[in-house]
């Protein structure tokens, strides 16, 4: 199975910026970091998931609504690694933080993907 681990996440002021990583390992077989379709999804207590931005193996991005234009999601095959550059933070953006990948389809819909870091969390103070 593959191993995901995310970083970065912490606290910012509101209008902040921050970049999450997350690294991918123990991939096996015909799967491969840079096939596959990756995202961010975030969470707070009480909501269900929701998806941020996710990137196809050929860099096509998605993004939903409440973090488009103010994050940058992208993928450095070479290092295994997934990125979000969040900026002009809002406290709406304050959650459990999670990097995903998947297989199948890529779209913002979380039964897409199969594999899900532990999470980075992410604070925003007004």
């Known amino acids: 199975q593959v191993q995901l681990v995310e970083s970065g996440g912490g606290s910012v002021q509101a209008g902040g910026s921050l970049r999450l990583s997350c690294v991918a390992s123990?991939?096996?077989?015909?799967?491969?970091?840079?096939?596959?379709?990756l995202g961010w999804f975030r969470q707070v207590p009480g909501k269900e998931r929701e998806a941020v931005a996710v990137i196809g193996y050929d860099r096509s991005t998605t993004y939903a609504s409440s973090s488009k234009v103010r994050f940058t999601i992208s993928r450095d095959n070479a290092k295994n690694t997934l990125y979000l550059h969040m900026n002009r933070t809002q406290p709406d953006d304050a959650a459990m933080y999670y990097c995903a990948a998947g297989r199948q389809q890529c779209t913002l819909w979380t039964a897409m993907y199969t594999d899900w870091g532990p999470g980075t969390q992410v604070t925003v103070s007004s």
């Open positions: 123990s991939y096996a077989g015909y799967n491969s970091f840079s096939g596959d379709c």
